[in-house]
T-cell receptor, first 115, second 114 residues
Framework: DTAVSQTPKYLVTQMGNDKSIKCEQNLGHDTMYWYKQDSKKFLKIMFSYNNKELIINETVPNRFSPKSPDKAHLNLHINSLELGDSAVYFC??????????????FGPGTRLLVL | DQQVKQNSPSLSVQEGRISILNCDYTNSMFDYFLWYKKYPAEGPTFLISISSIKDKNEDGRFTVFLNKSAKHLSLHIVPSQPGDSAVYFCAAKAGGTSYGKLTFGQGTILTVHP
């Protein structure tokens, strides 16, 4: 069984559209994250939720809105898509507790292409 | 402002030899370091980590070395195998209220030739 899954895996859309990416983890983890891998290949944190509460909100345009309906899900909604939003988006989760030693488990990524 | 840097975009090694991947960081608040491995079309998977109170951690063929004074860490793979061919990301965490936030380098593509 897949531990951290994302849907869709590929998303091609037009500028100005609104789209959502879904993430689910079946590991029983409390903390979930969204990362963006840009064209320069850096993976950068966008958001994190701990037990459905937003705990990290990096400098991200407010067109991006995360939503956590429950501990196992963290979805990412993007309004008014722009060309620069094209990237690979990774979801990750971490075990209960925010100790520095805890490891994050990543989903397979969603490749977003905005035309 | 990239706080974690991997200055070698790629590394090519013969099977059986040692692979050494390097990583530099600038933030003195980082106290935990990790290496992730990534295959194409997959997410990063955890490989090995080291706490700032140690200078070496070993797990099978993989060893991570940390030089705090130089703000440098390296991953050694001995012996290298073709299945090790992947992108390797160095990442760092700060304790306290960082909530587990990982800061990644840009990755090094390792190719191990048979």
């Amino acid at each position: 069984d897949t531990a951290v899954s994302q849907t869709p895996k590929y998303l091609v859309t037009q500028m100005g559209n609104d789209k959502s990416i879904k993430c689910e983890q079946n590991l029983g983890h409390d903390t979930m994250y969204w990362y963006k891998q840009d064209s320069k290949k850096f993976l950068k944190i966008m958001f994190s939720y701990n037990n459905k509460e937003l705990i990290i909100n990096e400098t991200v345009p407010n067109r991006f809105s995360p939503k956590s309906p429950d501990k196992a899900h963290l979805n990412l909604h993007i309004n008014s898509l722009e060309l620069g939003d094209s990237a690979v988006y990774f979801c990750a989760s971490q075990r209960p507790g925010l100790a520095v030693k805890e490891t994050q488990y990543f989903g397979p990524g969603t490749r977003l292409l905005v035309l | 402002d990239q706080q974690v840097k991997q200055n070698s975009p790629s590394l090519s090694v013969q099977e059986g030899r040692i692979s050494i991947l390097n990583c530099d960081y600038t933030n003195s608040m980082f106290d935990y370091f990790l290496w992730y491995k990534k295959y194409p079309a997959e997410g990063p998977t955890f490989l090995i980590s080291i706490s700032s109170i140690k200078d070496k951690n070993e797990d099978g063929r993989f060893t991570v070395f940390l030089n705090k004074s130089a703000k440098h860490l390296s991953l050694h793979i001995v012996p290298s195998q073709p299945g090790d061919s992947a992108v390797y990301f160095c990442a760092a965490k700060a304790g306290g209220t960082s909530y587990g936030k990982l800061t990644f380098g840009q990755g090094t593509i390792l190719t191990v030739h048979p």
